[in-house]
């Protein structure tokens, strides 16, 4: 059980706090940095948003107040300095906040990170969570729960509601069981519309998404066990359909939706290098598999990213290292 009283008192012993969650974040990443936001407002705290990455677009209606801010070295350099407390949200490990790293790293204020992953990195002087809650805005419900710290109104149940929603997989995933559902039940009393949530997140995507969507299904592979779908992105398909990386998002669990195939792995291009995404049924931990690439994350969904290389450099061996898993 977490001792949430003991993130209670550093609220309450501090004053200045910098939120940040990880690179690419989803509505989990988003809702429970923006709720944990709407908390610290309502205790009249000064609070700074900053992420690495960019809201996509399908996720700016969380940032109603448009308070994250997108972290430039030439504004930001000195915020580190300038701050009590670091809270990281949706993330153990440091180098998921990219360019923030080196400031997070060398932070001399009170480190806190607040997530559901598996295996934290051991640089936080206060980790709040376990890899068995659902998603980080049930964490952060469950802060709020217990400590009473503040009331959930309706923009933090919003944030929250969305955050839960999408981590579940809209209430399909493992973790959903009927806690969660009275949780929702209590947030959809606050007012939060689910069907208007749900249209926005999942609905409302340019048209390019779904071209670059065609591309992708029509890429995919079954390898010779039958149970491994590989599906690749090459970077001229970006250019070709006009999507950008974030419309990438949630493509990789169509593998799964494919008659006996129990690994998804996705294959993307990036600037840079390669973004491999692992997605699993059942008891097939893909975390580990994410791991020895250089990645990580759950027993069913985890990634990896790989600089200055190809997606044929890495497909088959990747592959191959997945049968291991079967
Ligand atoms: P996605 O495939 O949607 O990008 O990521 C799925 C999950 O894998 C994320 O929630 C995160 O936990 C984990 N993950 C993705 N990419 C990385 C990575 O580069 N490093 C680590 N440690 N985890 C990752
Ligand atoms: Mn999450």
């Known amino acids: ?137 049930e964490i ?49 009393e606050k007012g939060v519309n689910p069907t208007t949530v749900y249209d926005k997140i999942y609905d409302q995507f340019k048209f390019a998404r779904l071209k670059l969507l065609g591309e992708a299904l029509s890429s995919i592979e079954i390898d010779s066990t039958n149970r491994i779908a590989v599906m690749c992105i090459k970077k001229e398909a970006l250019a070709r359909t006009g999507a950008t990386e974030a419309d990438i998002d949630g493509f990789v669990n169509y593998c799964l939706t494919i008659q006996n195939v129990q690994i998804g792995i996705l294959f993307y291009e990036l600037k840079d290098g390669l973004k491999i995404s692992f997605r699993s049924k059942g008891e097939i931990p893909v975390n580990k598999l994410a791991v020895e690439f250089g990645g990580g994350g759950h027993t069913n969904a985890s990634g990896a990213k790989i600089y200055n290389t190809t997606i044929e450099e890495y497909k088959e061996k990747v592959i191959k290292a997945a049968q291991q898993y079967l």
């Not at 940040?20 to 940095?33: F, R, Y």
């Not at 300095?81 to 949200?89: H, Q, R, S």
């Not at 933090?156 to 009927?178: E, H, K, V, W």
Request: charged share 30%; glycine share 4%; net charge negative.
């Open 140 to 188: 952060i419900y469950d802060f709020i729960e217990q400590t009473k710290i503040v009331e959930i109104d309706y923009e933090i149940a919003l944030q929250l509601y969305a955050g839960i929603m999408t981590d579940t997989g809209s209430f399909r995933f493992d973790r959903t069981n009927p806690r969660i559902h009275r949780i929702m039940a209590e947030l959809l």
């Open 1 to 137: 059980m977490n001792d949430f009283s003991k993130l209670k008192k550093i609220i309450e012993g501090h004053n200045s706090f910098l939120l940040s969650t990880h690179v690419n974040p989803d509505a989990d990443a988003l809702g429970s940095e923006l709720a944990f936001y709407l908390i610290l407002k309502k205790l009249g705290k000064e609070v700074k948003v900053v992420n690495h990455s960019a809201t996509p677009y399908n996720l700016e209606f969380l940032d109603k107040e448009k308070v994250i801010e997108k972290f430039d070295e030439s504004v930001h350099g000195k915020i580190f300095d300038d701050v009590e407390v670091f809270v990281l949200l949706d993330l153990n490990q440091a180098n998921r906040i990219v360019k923030m790293e080196k400031g997070f790293r060398s932070f001399k204020g009170v480190k806190v990170c607040i997530d559901h992953h598996l295996d934290p990195e051991n640089v936080f002087d206060n980790y709040f969570g376990s890899a068995d809650y659902s998603a980080t805005s």
